[in-house]
């Protein structure tokens, strides 16, 4: 005769609801830690992502400082440049001045970077690598047209470049005029009253005015150096903070770009308790954003190779 099936007692029932839940917590546990994980990892990526590429866009720029189609005419300016002016006499005056920085302060050092955030300022000046055919020119963009001795800088009016090559014969390629500065800001979204999130933001000519694009966002210091080249071999022979005049701004070959990124969104239960070393600059943001320092020496090719001739 077979046994009287009685199911579970419970006792049982509780040990095994207790079981099953300690089991849940362990999983939930898992679940929640790798979770954390993955986000802290997608945001120490993002930050890293960020300052490699706002260190690689200003370094193609700072690559190509100075490139004016074939001119080589460069002079020592007698006084360097208003960057937030917009003209085709000032743009034409401050080719003498391909790279022209300003230090870290408390004001914006130019009156053209709504909500500068502190950290040093650089201004590049060169001509677009590609030719812009004549028929093809804006009416209200700057281009610049050169031959090896003389340079012209006006609006998109095909009546206004008659330069001609060395044959005398063929027109003098075109090319849009590039002045683009460099700084930070203390928003990357700057709707309403911003985000708060400090980004390097490039201000640029588009239909002959200054306008503003994010470059790259949570990068919160920049600091510069200048390597100057004192005995003309087209190599820096010291680098210095800030060039003292318009001789030594003339001399610059290299640019020394120190950035501070930080990640878009806080970290529980951290406390950033690192000195970064910016160049000549130390700093100690300290809060719970997780960091990293970013640093690369680029050679203005065009200003160092003209001096090696």
């Not at 677009?128 to 031959?147: E, G, H, K, P, W």
Request: glycine share 8%; with cysteine.
């Amino acid at each position: 005769m077979g046994r009287t099936q009685h199911g579970f007692s419970l006792v049982e029932m509780m040990v095994a609801l207790t079981i099953s839940l300690i089991l849940l917590l362990g999983v939930s546990n898992i679940i929640i830690s790798s979770s954390q994980s993955y986000n802290e990892l997608a945001r120490s990526s993002q930050q890293l992502e960020n300052g490699r590429y706002a260190v690689q866009v200003m370094r193609d720029d700072i690559l190509h400082a100075g490139f004016y189609g074939e001119f080589s005419g460069l002079k020592v300016p007698a006084t360097m440049p208003n960057s937030c002016l917009v003209s085709g006499t000032e743009l034409l005056a401050a080719i003498n001045a391909p790279v022209q920085g300003f230090a870290a302060a408390a004001q914006a050092p130019l009156g053209c970077l709504p909500g500068y955030a502190g950290g040093d300022v650089l201004v590049i000046r060169r001509a677009a690598t590609s030719v812009t055919a004549i028929d093809s020119l804006s009416a209200n963009d700057f281009y610049i047209q050169s031959r090896p001795g003389e340079v012209t800088v006006a609006l998109g009016s095909a009546g206004n470049f008659a330069l001609k090559k060395k044959d005398n014969v063929t027109l003098a390629d075109v090319r849009k005029y590039v002045a683009h500065i460099y700084y930070i800001r203390n928003c990357n979204d700057c709707s309403g009253s911003g985000d708060g999130v400090p980004t390097l933001w490039r201000r640029e000519l588009v239909s002959g005015n200054i306008t503003s694009i994010p470059i790259a966002e949570g990068v919160e210091n920049l600091q510069l150096r200048y390597g100057l080249d004192d005995n003309k071999d087209g190599a820096p022979d010291r680098y210095v903070a800030l060039p003292s005049s318009t001789t030594e701004w003339s001399s610059v070959v290299s640019v020394e770009v120190n950035l501070l990124a930080r990640a878009a969104e806080p970290t529980a239960g951290f406390t950033d308790s690192k000195r970064y070393v910016l160049g000549d600059v130390q700093v100690a943001p300290g809060g719970s954003f997780k960091r990293h320092a970013f640093s690369a020496v680029v050679r203005a090719t065009n200003l160092s190779s003209r001096k090696e001739l």
